[in-house]
């Protein structure tokens, strides 16, 4: 009884490997003949990009020509391993584990079920191959570990990285060549080339730049700010002339205090005096006024005290 049960699942397994196997070779001819008419129109659209100068778009889209030129290699790769298999099922249903002639071929098979999505027939196919070598096998295969044995070409086919600047530099030379298209290359294999580390570099040195003045600002604030005040009398701060960039703006306090920083000798000699009468242009016509102010005050408080005197004499008279 097992050996018929044995046996029939061996005449499954064969019958349902070889209907997929047929259904993705039959597939794999309709998917070719369409996608190579879309390629064939998408390099026309490439051709009017350079011809117009819009290089721009054109190094966009050489990407999905690549992409389309590669599903086709895998696609040719895939129909050519399924013919294999399909040639040698008989094999696959006799022994248990996988021949090794075939493993590279099964193997790639189950690794391009994941990527091809328009070959649903590689499910099943995937399907019956856990089936029959079990689940390590097929994952092996998927996650490409080091003795999956898939081909390294349909790996580098149904890579999802993006392709290099070389590569589309050189689609693009072999698109305007083939139409005979007078097209100057140079700013599209700059930009290509172009090291785009560099201009974060860039971006950071001038962010440095943009902070130095203003690092440089703060650092004369707080100068400014540290700086001990000059006393002046009120009169002479009514009498005194606004000038602008005087030293008695915070601009020209900060420069005066810069140059007593880069002279303390000279700081160190200076009367108060002195100080204050170069602290403005007309200091000693301040100070003269000043001075005619206190005397003027001075006589009017001594008339005050005259005054409040002669108030009390005629008090103590009464």
């Given at each position: 009884?097992?050996?018929?049960?044995?046996?029939?699942?061996?005449?499954?397994?064969?019958?349902?490997?070889?209907?997929?196997?047929?259904?993705?070779?039959?597939?794999?001819?309709?998917l070719r003949n369409r996608r190579e008419l879309q390629l064939i129109?998408?390099?026309?659209?490439?051709?009017?990009?350079?011809q117009t100068g819009q290089e721009s778009i054109a190094r966009i889209?050489?990407?999905?020509?690549?992409?389309?030129?590669?599903?086709?290699?895998?696609?040719?790769?895939?129909?050519?391993?399924?013919?294999?298999?399909?040639?040698?099922?008989?094999?696959?249903?006799?022994?248990?584990?996988?021949?090794?002639?075939?493993?590279?071929?099964?193997?790639?098979?189950?690794?391009?079920?994941?990527?091809?999505?328009?070959?649903?027939?590689?499910?099943?196919?995937?399907?019956?191959?856990?089936?029959?070598?079990?689940?390590?096998?097929?994952?092996?295969?998927?996650?490409?570990?080091?003795?999956?044995?898939?081909?390294?070409?349909?790996?580098?086919?149904?890579?999802?990285?993006?392709?290099?600047?070389?590569?589309?530099?050189?689609?693009?030379?072999?698109?305007?060549?083939?139409?005979?298209?007078?097209?100057?290359?140079?700013?599209?294999?700059?930009?290509?080339?172009?090291?785009?580390?560099?201009?974060?570099?860039?971006?950071?040195?001038?962010?440095?730049?943009?902070?130095?003045?203003?690092?440089?600002?703060?650092?004369?604030?707080?100068?400014?700010?540290?700086?001990?005040?000059?006393?002046?009398?009120?009169?002479?701060?009514?009498?005194?002339?606004?000038?602008?960039?005087?030293?008695s703006s915070p601009a020209g306090s900060a420069r005066a205090y810069?140059?007593?920083?880069?002279?303390?000798?000279?700081?160190?000699?200076?009367?108060?005096?002195?100080?204050?009468?170069?602290?403005?242009?007309?200091?000693?016509?301040?100070?003269?006024?000043?001075?005619?102010?206190?005397?003027?005050?001075?006589?009017?408080?001594?008339?005050?005290?005259?005054?409040?005197?002669?108030?009390?004499?005629?008090?103590?008279?009464?």
């Amino acid at each position: 009884m097992s050996s018929l049960n044995s046996l029939f699942n061996r005449s499954t397994f064969g019958t349902k490997c070889k209907t997929c196997l047929n259904l993705v070779i039959s597939r794999i001819k309709l998917l070719r003949n369409r996608r190579e008419l879309q390629l064939i129109n998408m390099r026309k659209e490439m051709v009017q990009y350079l011809q117009t100068g819009q290089e721009s778009i054109a190094r966009i889209r050489v990407e999905h020509i690549i992409r389309e030129q590669n599903i086709l290699a895998a696609y040719e790769i895939v129909e050519l391993f399924c013919e294999f298999v399909l040639a040698r099922v008989p094999i696959v249903e006799v022994q248990k584990e996988c021949p090794l002639e075939l493993r590279e071929a099964i193997s790639s098979i189950i690794f391009a079920s994941g990527r091809c999505s328009d070959l649903p027939e590689l499910m099943h196919l995937r399907n019956l191959f856990t089936t029959k070598y079990g689940k390590e096998f097929v994952a092996g295969a998927m996650e490409l570990r080091p003795d999956s044995g898939v081909n390294r070409t349909i790996i580098e086919k149904l890579s999802v990285k993006a392709p290099s600047g070389e590569s589309k530099l050189k689609v693009l030379k072999a698109i305007a060549q083939e139409y005979n298209v007078e097209w100057d290359s140079s700013n599209t294999e700059a930009e290509f080339n172009k090291k785009y580390e560099d201009l974060l570099d860039g971006s950071a040195s001038s962010v440095h730049q943009v902070q130095a003045p203003v690092i440089e600002s703060s650092l004369v604030a707080s100068a400014s700010r540290d700086k001990p005040p000059v006393l002046i009398s009120p009169v002479e701060d009514a009498e005194k002339p606004h000038v602008r960039g005087s030293p008695s703006s915070p601009a020209g306090s900060a420069r005066a205090y810069a140059a007593t920083k880069t002279n303390p000798s000279a700081q160190e000699h200076h009367s108060p005096a002195e100080e204050i009468s170069c602290s403005s242009p007309s200091s000693s016509d301040a100070l003269e006024k000043a001075r005619v102010a206190i005397a003027s005050a001075t006589r009017a408080s001594a008339a005050a005290r005259a005054a409040a005197e002669l108030a009390k004499v005629k008090i103590t008279s009464q």
